[in-house]
Structures are given as structure tokens and as C-alpha cells.
């Protein structure tokens, strides 16, 4: 996910013991949650407050809204300002979900005293958000200043309106820093499992109102000053293609479509790198550098002995092919490199 590669997928439990777990936060800045609990997803129930930043603590204080306090609307007509210090390492990440949260992780390792919010369209996760030293908001609302640091997550799904979600998140954005657009890498014009870059051409606009959405946001960004992330399939043992096609069993699609992968905790220390490296009007890409076949992910699962069910098969002969990703370039530019070279050494397997 990208986002259309970055699309949540249904988890599948694996039959080994489960390392998604947490241990609790103290309130120093520099205390943080396991990266792993970060990938699991958990309900709470909204509050009735909304919690905004304040510089004395990584926890949100809640502050009551009401009707008289202007700016950022609520689903219950509700509205509220914030009125913050905003730190020159401060961070603002618009749709803080699974990668979002990863970023503001290990953001926060780099800068163990900024404070880091989470813009959301719901209070539903905010509660989860405060524990993971979060501050949350609500789309709309003024902070009351701008931010140097500013990363879009939130996939395309969310809004009838994706250009203007991220023109209404780069109003947030001060010029300085860093402002991120985390896109897919679907709309690099490659459909015959052939080679692919950070240069290669894009589909065109007009032709495919599925990369549309991707392009024309891309476009708000750029123009901005800010810089575009084009991701390959995220995963993790739990989530991502793999999972939700084994959860199937049987999938009408072809085995010998190519695919790109890269680990959310890449795809976030990449981000993380992108940003520190302020370099605007740029577009990077994200992947592991070792496409797959379709079938090849899935025998690899099977290899790894983590999953309980077996894999019935694809079924398709026919329809577009995939393309090979290859990101050297922005590797060499950020000096960044994965965590996870590959699906198949994630997985502990041999190729």
C-alpha cells in the first residue's frame, strides 16, 4: 500500500506465538510502545472530549469542546481550536493508522522531546492514539500555528475528495521541514511484469480513475514543495495481499502477476529518513527490490510453516501482468536501506 497497494487486507493468525505485544508507556518522552503492538488493531470507545496538544507531556490533555470554541467541526456540530507551541521537530501526521503510527514511533526516536499529532476524521481511536504518545485532533481544527514537519497517511477510501484533503493537510505545513505524501506505486505505467523505476512513466490522467485519485493529489504536493512517496505492498506477518488471499483459499486472479512488497517498518523508517532529508518537488519509491510472482509469495508462506491453512491456488490465466519495482536510486540519495531485504527472509525462508 501503496494506499491502493497499501489497502488494509483481512489478518490471518499465524500458529506461532504471537510477538504483538505491549508494554505500558511511562510519561517520559523518551518511553514508547512496542513497534510490534503497533500492528495490531484494537476498539476503543470514543470520547466525549477532544484531546489536543500541550508541551508539558507526550499523553493529550483532554479539553472539553464546545460550541463557543470555533474551528475544527465535530460529527455533533461541535467545534475546536487549539491554541499550541508548535516545536520546530513537531510532528503532524494526517491519518495515523498502522504506518502513521510507525512513523511517529521512530520519529520520536530521532527527536525524543517533539510532540506528535494525529489528525483523524473520528474521535473512535483516540484513545488507542493517546497511548502510543499521540496527541489526537480532529480533521479541522486550527492549531493556531503551522507545523515544519507534516506526513499524509490516510488512503484515498476516506475521502470523496483526496486532492482536497491533502491541500487542506499542506495548510498545515510551514515550507520548512519536510511535508510527506505517502502514495502507491500504482500509477507507474507498467503492466507486463517489466522493469520499473523511480522514473518510469505514469498512466496517463484520464485513462484509469483509480490512479486519478493518486496522480492529481500528487500534483497538490509538488506544487506545494512537498515530497511524494510512492509505496509497493505493505505488509506484515498478519496483514497485507498474502494473508487476505490465503483467507480466501481460492483467488480468480493470475499466479504469475508480479508484486512489490515492503515491510511497514521500512516503508516508516524510509519516511522518517525522506523527511529528515527535507528534499522537496521530489518523488521517491518504496520496495524491498525483490518482486515476486503471486504464487511465489504464497509458496513462501507455505515454506515458512507459520500459517495453519494451505493455499488452494489462483485460478486466472488471463489479465494485466505486474511490474519489477526497483528503488536504487532513492536509496542511494537518502541513505536508506530495509530492515527486511526481502518477503522470504521476513519469513525466515531460503530462495
Avoid at 518504496?286 to 510472482?293: F, H, Q, R
Amino acid at each position: 500500500m501503496g494506499f491502493i497497494s497499501c489497502i488494509s487486507y483481512p489478518t490471518t493468525n499465524s500458529k506461532i506465538l504471537s510477538t504483538h505485544h505491549f508494554s505500558k508507556q511511562s510519561t517520559s518522552a523518551s518511553s514508547s510502545y512496542s513497534l510490534k503492538f503497533a500492528l495490531r488493531r484494537q476498539e476503543y470507545k470514543p470520547k466525549v472530549s477532544f484531546f489536543l496538544p500541550s508541551t508539558s507531556s507526550i499523553m493529550a490533555t483532554p479539553i472539553q469542546a464546545s460550541s463557543s470554541s470555533t474551528i475544527g467541526e465535530t460529527s455533533d456540530g461541535l467545534k475546536v481550536q487549539s491554541h499550541v507551541s508548535i516545536g520546530a521537530n513537531d510532528l503532524l501526521i494526517v491519518g495515523p493508522g498502522v504506518l502513521g503510527r510507525l512513523v511517529a514511533e521512530q520519529w520520536r526516536q530521532e527527536h525524543p522531546e517533539c510532540q506528535i499529532v494525529g489528525q483523524t476524521v473520528t474521535t473512535n481511536h483516540h484513545d488507542e492514539l493517546e497511548k502510543f504518545g499521540i496527541k489526537p485532533s480532529l480533521k479541522g481544527t486550527e492549531y493556531g500555528g503551522k507545523f515544519s514537519y507534516v506526513i499524509f497517511c490516510a488512503p484515498p477510501s476516506q475521502s470523496a475528495d483526496y486532492a482536497g484533503e491533502v491541500r487542506n493537510a499542506a495548510s498545515n505545513w510551514n515550507g520548512e521541514g519536510s511535508f510527506l505524501f505517502t502514495s502507491s506505486s500504482a500509477p507507474y505505467d507498467c503492466f507486463d511484469n517489466g522493469e520499473c523505476n523511480e522514473d518510469s512513466p505514469v498512466v496517463p490522467l484520464g485513462k484509469s480513475p483509480r490512479t486519478d485519485v493518486l496522480l492529481k493529489a500528487e500534483k497538490v504536493v509538488l506544487e506545494c514543495g512537498g515530497t511524494v512517496l510512492r509505496l509497493a505492498g505493505l505488509y506484515t506477518e498478519t496483514r497485507g495481499a498474502h494473508t487476505y488471499w490465503l483467507s480466501k483459499g481460492t483467488v480468480d486472479a493470475r499466479p504469475d502477476h508480479i508484486l512489490n512488497l515492503i515491510h511497514y517498518e521500512d516503508a516508516a523508517s524510509l519516511a522518517v529518513a525522506i523527511m529528515k532529508k527535507k528534499p522537496g518537488g521530489r518523488i521517491f519509491l518504496g520496495c524491498d527490490n525483490y518482486p515476486l510472482s503471486r504464487q511465489e509469495v504464497m509458496d513462501l508462506m507455505d515454506q515458512s510453516g507459520k500459517y495453519d491453512k494451505k493455499f488452494e491456488g489462483f485460478t486466472s490465466t488471463s489479465g494485466p501482468l505486474g511490474k519489477k519495482l526497483n528503488n536504487s536510486k532513492t536509496r542511494a540519495e537518502i541513505g536508506w536501506e530495509p530492515k527486511y531485504p526481502s518477503f522470504a527472509q521476513f519469513l525466515g525462508v531460503s530462495m
